[in-house]
């Protein structure tokens, strides 16, 4: 039983800046794809880029989780492959959105806000604070952990009030933010979470994949479960 994930980014890593690659040597793309252990995910690579923006229908339907970063194009994606996106959020696709990805067409259309935030860029140290311990995208993390630089993203946030709000940021220069937030939108669910400036090393720390890779367990569980569950009773059919 594996989960199809696939991981998106506006640049592959040959269109990765050398900053970003002095800091993720496979790109920002490589890096998210790389978090995710091969015995209990299938993971794909897409671009904006490719045809389609790298998001096929075919492709889509191929998908329990979708992994979104984005930053300085998203206005280059084309809006019939929001709405595809959006479509297939809505028929049960997980969707992750990290960072930046806040300002993305498809953040927006499924919050049905802005998503816009405060921001400055002085590298300064992160304390997240876990508030649900109990969620399964929590497991195993600590009461807080630190990250010794990231951008601040600080309130408000213009996003809806999230289904479950899972964890709140603190920085060094007294901000706060909603850092993890867990949305339903018809048959799918989508995930917010706020680490993952392209030149700081956040995708680096242990919590912060710990933090993605149990969103898209948890994500996916019931649409694996759904497909296995189906074929259980396909094959059962036959037998009749
Ligand atoms: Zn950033």
Redesign the pocket.
């Known amino acids: 039983m594996a989960i199809k994930i696939t991981v998106w980014n506006e640049d592959n890593v040959q269109e990765s800046s050398p900053d970003v690659l002095k800091v993720y040597p496979q790109g920002l793309l490589g890096a998210v794809a790389d978090m995710f252990p091969g015995e209990h995910f299938q993971v794909r690579k897409a671009w904006l880029s490719q045809e389609e923006a790298g998001l096929t229908d075919e492709i889509l339907s191929d998908t329990d989780v979708l992994i979104w970063w984005g930053?300085c194009k998203h206005g280059q994606v084309p809006d019939e492959i929001v709405t595809r996106v959006q479509g297939h959020v809505l028929r049960g696709m997980g969707l992750i959105v990290l960072?930046?990805g806040h300002e993305s067409k498809i953040f927006q259309r499924l919050m049905g806000t802005q998503c816009s935030l405060r921001w400055h860029e002085m590298n300064e140290r992160e304390r997240i604070f876990v508030i649900e311990p109990s969620h399964p995208i929590m497991w195993g993390l600590p009461m807080h952990f630190e990250l010794e630089a990231e951008?601040m993203y600080g309130e408000r946030f213009d996003i809806p009030t999230p289904d479950a709000l899972l964890a709140l940021g603190w920085y060094q220069s007294g901000e706060v933010f909603r850092s993890a937030c867990l949305f339903n939108r018809g048959y799918g669910k989508v995930f917010y979470f706020q680490p993952g400036?392209?030149t700081l090393p956040s995708y680096h720390n242990p919590y912060v994949k710990q933090v993605i890779v149990n969103a898209a367990f948890f994500i996916a569980r019931n649409r694996v479960l759904d497909r296995e569950l189906h074929s259980d009773f396909a094959e059962a059919l036959e037998k009749f």
């Open positions: 930053h960072h930046s951008e400036h392209e």
